[in-house]
């Protein structure tokens, strides 16, 4: 079956260090995304990429990086610099990210959850 | 104020109940509308996305006003495998971005 899959499900980091999230799709989808989601707060883009080899920065980018050398892969690295980065991460994929309308909707992996001793 | 705006709640409703949500967007420029359910703890998916005549599927009935820019989602004859977050979810017309609304929280009790 298609789908995304992230992983690790649950992280724990000290503080300082840099975490690399995973996220792989075989749904052959263009554009990738990473959220954040946090209590009481929707769903943040962090990063999006529409193609491979290229990614732009979404509403709350500082302290993150990604990178997207293959379709299937796009990994979220969590920096030391990102203030407060205990949260759940989301990853989605659309076939475009041109025209979100019915038949282009996203599909989202289940998720990680990270957590700052 | 935010973009979308939504009843945290949460509603809590008996069994067989009827419940209806409602969510405001401020963009005039939104053009794609969607409903989404998130479980506990776990990744929001698609319930339905909504068009401008109004949709239903099954139990669920979702209706776009452009005039007051607001959505709606109905839930009739609502069953305890209900209970969960409903994100109202906005595309901006000719951005990449969607809009997620923080969720109402519906609990369905026996």
């Known amino acids: 079956d298609g789908g995304i899959t992230q992983s690790p499900k649950y992280l724990f980091r000290k503080e300082g260090q840099n975490v690399t999230l995973s996220c792989e799709q075989n749904?052959?989808?263009?554009?990738m995304y990473w959220y954040r989601q946090d209590p009481g707060q929707g769903l943040r883009l962090i990063y999006y990429?529409?193609?491979?080899?290229?990614?732009q920065k979404g509403d709350i980018a500082e302290g993150y990086s990604v990178s997207r050398e293959k379709k299937e892969s796009f990994p979220l690295t969590v920096t030391s610099a990102q203030k407060n980065p205990t949260a759940f991460y989301l990853c989605?994929?659309?076939?475009?990210?041109?025209?979100?309308?019915?038949?282009?909707?996203?599909?989202f992996g289940a998720g990680s959850r990270l957590t700052v001793l | 104020r935010k973009e979308v705006e939504q009843d945290p709640g949460p509603f809590n409703v008996p069994e067989g109940a009827t419940v209806a949500f409602n969510c405001t967007y401020s963009?005039?420029?939104?053009?794609?509308f969607f409903w989404y359910r998130q479980d506990c703890r776990k990744e929001p998916k698609l319930l339905m996305s909504?068009?401008?005549s109004g949709n239903e599927d099954g139990r669920f009935t979702a209706q776009l006003n452009r005039a007051s820019q607001y959505i709606s989602l109905l839930i009739r004859d609502s069953k305890l495998s209900d209970s969960a977050t409903y994100l109202c979810?906005?595309?901006?017309?000719?951005?990449?971005?969607?809009?997620f609304g923080t969720g109402t929280r519906l609990q369905v009790f026996p």
């Open positions: 989605a994929s659309s076939r475009s990210s041109r025209a979100l309308t019915g038949a282009n909707v996203l599909t």
């Open positions: 749904l052959n989808h263009d554009a």
């Open positions: 990429s529409q193609i491979v080899n290229d990614f």
């Open positions: 963009n005039s420029a939104s053009q794609s």
């Open positions: 909504v068009y401008s």
């Open positions: 979810v906005v595309n901006i017309r000719n951005t990449d971005k969607l809009i």
